[in-house]
């Protein structure tokens, strides 16, 4: 360890040389021999841990070199000798704390050396004292710091959360507009076969009116069919109300091919036109199912209107419709021998707005409108589509046994 600095101030050169032969051993001593000398020693060597001073010196007393002293740095700790009579003259110094301890002149060895190593002592803990300040200072700016980036980081995670909220917010409007437009888009799409039938019966009584060849029985069956076909449009429409899920409730015990004969009213013509035959085969005893029949109509209705798009063109188009009990379900097996899905895309065609045809052609509806009735009434429906022999959807729906007085 290097040895503590003393400054010795004294107007005696005899006393400077027996304090440096005394201590020099032990501390690392500077001397001067007057106020003004001290000042300028003492603004070289910051590190001085303690100034000793004679209190009577020309130009300047010790209490006032030591004042000085304290004004520019009050660390060093500061040491006067006296002689008995000067006392009184510093006492005043020494209640103003200005000053560690004064020592008698004549000092002895023993006793400036304790006086000497207590000051070194007390300089140390001083110095240790502000290190430790410094310290203190610098973590209290590392925590403030620390909380200071906590509170930045407790603020952006609010913003962020904030923003994950809004976002939410907004995606759940979006994925509400998106189903409304699909709902919208869907009634659009399954009223558009009624209303066709509509226009054509109107077009015709209103040629037959023009031509004079009014049949008033077959306006009478147009008119009651028209009918049917509002009445089924306004119910299409109702299931805006319900979000287009179908309610149970509603459900009546319906006949799979009766079902299919009230579809193929709006296709018979079409289907006659394109030369396209439509068989189909019912096993004895077929059960019932529960359901709503306009929805199980929009069924028929969309696998009537595909199987039409994919036979555009086929030689001998066919259609056939096989109703059988399977276990606990009906079973319907609708085929067609028409173009068929490419085994890419079989997976997709339920899918909403999956479609391959050309724009203004298909939306890519029809078939995950069957889904979502399929679903609705606990059934299933799957497409098998073998290369080169057109296209089959294979529908269970869950039987209705009740009505057979041999069931349970
Ligand atoms: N009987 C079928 N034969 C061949 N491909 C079919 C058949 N039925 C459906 N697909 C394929 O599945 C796709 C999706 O059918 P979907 O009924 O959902 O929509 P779309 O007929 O294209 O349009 P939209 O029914 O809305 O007018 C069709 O584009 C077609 O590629
Ligand atoms: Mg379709």
Redesign the pocket.
Known sequence: MTKPKVLYVDDEEINLANFVMFFENEFDILTAQSGKDALRLFSDHQDLAVVVSDQRMPEMTGVKLLAEIYAINPDPIRIILTAYADIRDITDAINQGHIFQYVQKPWHFNELQLILRQAVDKYRLIQQNKELLVLLDEKNQLLTAANRQLEADLALQQRLEQARREAEVKMLSQSKLASLGEIATGIA?EINQPLTFIQIALQASGRDIENGTLDLNELSADIQESIKQVRRITKIINHLRTFGRADSSDFTELSLPDILNNSLILYQEKLKVNGIGLESSTSPDLPLVRGDAVQLEQVFI?LI???L??LAGVPSPRITVDFRQHYETVMVTFS?N????PPQ?ITK?FEPF????PIGK???????IIYGIIADHNGTIECQSPPGQG?QFIITLPAWFNHRPHAD
């Open positions: 799409h969309n209107q595909n199987a798009d994919a067609d028409g173009c068929g899905v895309v065609i999956f479609t391959t045809k298909g939306t890519g509806l029809g078939l995950s296209c």
